[in-house]
Every structure is written in C-alpha cells, then in structure tokens.
C-alpha cells in the first residue's frame, strides 16, 4: 500500500477529493490520475490494482494522483454512476498539471468503474495514455464512449475476469481496432497477478507513449 503520509485534499465540482499522490522517480515527464473501482462494491484509492499500476506509472516517470472519487473516503459530494465522477478525475488533472508544468504528458487510467469514468474524462482532457485495466465496458446501463484516440489507449484485462467478461472488452475494442493485452488465469481483481500486471505495464506503456502502435498479447 502507498505510504498514507502522502495525502492530499484537492477542491472538486461537488468539494473536497481525498487523494493520494505518489511521486513520479526522475525528473517526471507526465502527471497521471488513476481511478478506482466501483465504490457500491467497496472500491476506493487504496485499492491493490489501481496502486499497482500508480507504482509502474511512477516507475515510468509519472506523478501520480489517485483520488477518492465523491462520496468516497472523505471526498465530499455523492455517488453519481460515472458522469459526475468524470468531472472529478478532470479536476484533479487539472490540479495536476498546474502542480507540475514541466511535466507535459497526461495519463489518465483506472481500473473497472475507474476505467468507466476515465473514458468520459479522456474526451474532455485528450490524454497522451489511456490506461483501461478491466474496465466496465459493455456493462452499465449508460454506456461509454469510446475512447478519445485509440492508437493511445492500452487495455489491460484478465483471461478469467468473472466480474467484466473479456468478451466485453473484446466488443468495445474491436470497432475501433484497439488491442487488448489478456492476462492468462487472471480474475478481474489480478488475484496472485499483480507483480505480473506491473510487468505488463511497464512493458506496453512505453510502447503507447512512442507511438508504436502493435502491442500484442502478454503472455
């Protein structure tokens, strides 16, 4: 778990998000927001998979923002299923970036609801990475967009996720030609995987950020 001492309050649309912020090792090319799952199924910043990836992205030379979505936590404000939680992620980009000009690539990911959200705040903020690890495509009654520039977003899912089928996944990429790297034996909550996903990450991030476009499969 990320160090608790690394607390911030950030002012959102609804009032205060509680974040955790990690630093980016380096100098620091980017700032990423990484949002977390369902918070009706318990999901909150200090979820294992979310800061699993905040740690490959800060490895990566990204600070890292990780916030308690409204109503989470102490974040202020109520549960919105998604629409109103995207506003949130774009005030905390925001926050962000004016924390840290220099640092001029925007990451925004999340993992399930989180990658849910990330899709609507991807169309407002264009980020250089759209990080998608098991995220809800397909799967909520007020559907997501699809992603605001394929050949820069990286989807990420397990093999046996039994909570977002990887067929659902494979619908929402396959229109728009978006490889999805699969996890073999994988649950939806990287269950014994997370070392693995981390290598994952820092394997095919990087790949996204050059632009070089095949990703493949993980195996």
């Not at 605001?148 to 659902?168: F, Q, R």
Request: hydrophobic share 40%; net charge negative; aromatic share 8%.
């Amino acid at each position: 778990m990320l160090k608790p001492l690394n607390q911030l309050y950030i002012p959102g649309p609804e009032g205060i998000l509680e974040t955790i912020y990690l630093p980016a090792q380096g100098s620091g090319r980017g700032v990423a927001v990484i949002n977390h799952p369902n918070p009706l199924q318990g999901g909150t910043n200090t979820n294992k998979v979310i800061q699993t990836v905040a740690k490959a992205l800060s490895m990566l030379g990204f600070h890292c923002y990780l916030p308690n979505l409204r109503g989470v936590g102490n974040s202020e404000g109520s549960h919105d299923y998604g629409r109103g939680e995207a506003d949130d992620c774009i005030a905390v980009i925001d926050y962000a970036r004016s924390r840290h000009p220099e640092a001029v690539e925007l990451a925004i990911g999340g993992f399930s609801f989180g990658g849910y959200v990330s899709l609507f705040a991807a169309q407002q903020r264009g980020p250089d990475l759209l990080l998608l690890v098991a995220p809800a495509v397909n799967h909520y009654e007020n559907r997501e967009p699809a992603a605001a520039d394929a050949s820069k977003t990286l989807l990420v899912h397990g093999e046996a996720d039994e909570i977002v089928g990887l067929e659902k996944a494979f619908r929402w990429a396959a229109p728009q030609n978006i490889p999805v790297v699969v996890l073999p034996e994988s649950s939806h909550f990287f269950h014994g995987k997370l070392i693995v996903l981390r290598e994952t990450l820092l394997r095919f991030v990087p790949a996204v950020l050059n632009g070089k476009g095949e990703i493949g499969t993980a195996n």
